[in-house]
């Protein structure tokens, strides 16, 4: 049973510029959910997408959009970059309308923006 | 709106020295409370789901309890591997199924 891979791990970009970063859910589940995390913080919900529909979404603007795929897989797209961005992006796959088994994450990507 | 309140920030310990972490929560109807384990550059790891007051979880040195208002997670005679954060997080019944509430984190280190 493979778990959550992202891409890339890290990455450096320009304020200003758009950034892709990729996903593929662990075998098995249906939702996906993005997460930011900054230095120092806990996670913080970006948004949640099932059948290739967002469903549910956190504080973040509009310049933060995704994506998901028949597979599964996910990506989240960040639009016109600022220095505040600068983060760990998580993503955690689900099985929907179960929570037992938790949300198995990925190890996550680094962004940093100069 | 779902809030997670996690003490202490941070916590050292000596090998074999047992403590505890809070995490106090306020959500509209709980449909989980989830503990993590997250290591540095890396993604949290699951540990436990508890549901509703009195339940307790156990996972070798590890023990997760539940009350109305507040989780605890007992760490029993730790080992320099049981060093990481420990992230809670929470899930309100309206929330959507991908939504958690995490609170800022215990980051524990266990000393030889």
């Known amino acids: 049973e493979t778990g959550v891979t992202q891409s890339p791990t890290h990455l450096i970009k320009t304020r200003g510029q758009q950034v892709t970063l990729r996903c593929s859910s662990q075998?098995?589940?249906?939702?996906v959910s993005w997460y930011q995390q900054a230095l120092g913080q806990g996670p913080q919900f970006i948004f949640q997408y099932y059948r290739e529909e967002e469903n549910g979404r956190g504080n973040f603007p509009p310049r933060f959009s995704g994506l998901q795929f028949p597979n599964y897989s996910s990506e989240l797209n960040v639009n016109a970059l600022e220095l505040d961005d600068s983060a760990l992006y998580l993503c955690?796959?689900?099985?929907?309308?179960?929570?037992?088994?938790?949300?198995?994450f990925g190890s996550g990507t680094r962004l940093t923006v100069v | 709106e779902d809030q997670v309140t996690q003490s202490p920030e941070a916590l050292r310990l000596q090998e074999g020295e047992s403590s505890s972490l809070n995490c106090s929560y306020t959500?509209?109807?709980?449909?989980?409370l989830f503990w993590y384990r997250q290591d540095p550059g890396k993604g949290p790891e699951f540990l436990f789901t508890?549901?509703?007051a009195g339940e307790e979880k156990e996972k070798e040195r590890l023990k997760a309890t539940l009350t109305k208002k507040e989780s605890f997670l007992h760490i029993t005679a730790p080992k320099p591997e049981d060093s990481a954060t420990y992230l809670c997080?929470?899930?309100?019944?309206?929330?959507?199924?991908?939504?958690?509430?995490f609170g800022a984190g215990t980051q524990v280190v266990v000393t030889p």
């Open positions: 959500v509209s109807g709980l449909r989980g």
């Open positions: 508890l549901y509703s």
């Open positions: 955690a796959s689900s099985l929907a309308m179960v929570t037992g088994d938790g949300y198995t």
């Open positions: 075998s098995g589940h249906n939702t």
């Open positions: 997080a929470v899930q309100g019944r309206t929330d959507s199924w991908g939504k958690l509430q």
